[in-house]
């Protein structure tokens, strides 16, 4: 077996930033979607808030410098352009709320001075609200983004229902039920000992280098993903794999699994129908570039993405990740 040395921290990166959207305090009360007389009375309760989301837009109120994407039932009712509700679960004992606005009319009110509407990517790039409400908007985002491309049943094309609080929708002619999915991806960075590999995509700003990611297909397990998805991207072969951890990425309902994988290889061919570049880099490089000091004015991806943490944990344990 290899003999890994741990590496000290790194105090000169500063304190490890929040990872987007995870952290829930919700608790999702599954077990009450169905019934119908307990769901009436949390959207009656007072205590109650309601996130309001048209297609990609969220809509916050303005309080001083502050932003506020937590409506109570009075405020919601005054956005009358609702297709959806669905039901988040509890914080705190408090029902939260997702409500689907048509997005069509949202767009005279960026012109309001009391409410800001952006989309959620720039709700976390900029820490515009406190971080407790990131995971039930991303939540609400996600399901209220399945209803609008589920509206009719893919067996028979048939309109279909919401039902269970808004996580289920029937079709009312061939029966067929419906559910939310949520896609896994595998996000990987290979390392070759003190070097890793990182990609650009042509969608990246012009000097970020990020983690290579794909999707997991069909009857394939996540070890596998990694090592297909970093052989057909780089041309390069790995052994073991290790996992990080995992992040929401509501865009529009993905699931991020982190992991590490021991390459095997070292001559990168890149898949330019996927990437623009590819290269290694040693852990050194990866610190300047997270510092925004790399001398080629290189970087890497931005806090809130889980790419970030994984890039972090390498340049402070090395390979010790794939223990």
Known sequence: ???????????????????????????????????????????????????????????????????????????AQAFPWVRETVFLGLMDGAPRFGIGLDPAPLEPLTTRSDLKLTDLRSIAIHNLVATEHLPPLAEAKAVLGWHARHRFCPNCAAPTRLVQAGWRRDCPVCKAEHFPRTDPVAIMLPIAGE?????????????MF??????????????????????????????????FTSQPWPFPMSLMIGCYAQALSETIVIDRTELEDARWFDREELALMLLRKHPE????????????????????EGADVLR
């Open 1 to 75: 077996m290899t003999a890994f040395k741990r590496v000290a921290p790194r105090p000169d990166l500063g304190a490890s930033p929040y990872l987007g959207y995870t952290g829930s305090r919700i608790d999702r009360a599954a077990g009450l979607r169905g019934d119908e007389a307990a769901i009436g009375k949390f959207f009656a309760d007072g205590r109650a808030g309601f996130y309001l989301i048209g297609g990609e837009l969220v809509v916050m109120k303005k309080s001083g410098a502050a932003l506020d994407p937590l409506f109570s039932a009075g405020e």
């Open 195 to 207: 070097r890793c590999v990182l990609g650009r995509s042509p969608r990246f700003g012009p000097t």
């Open 297 to 316: 004015g290189l970087t890497a991806t931005l806090p809130h993405a889980i790419a970030h943490h994984i890039i972090r944990r390498y340049i402070e």
């Open 210 to 243: 990020s983690c290579l990611a794909g999707f997991a297909e069909p009857g394939e397990t996540i070890e596998e993903a990694v090592r297909r998805e970093v052989l057909e991207e780089v041309g390069i072969a790995c052994g073991r794999v290790t996992y």
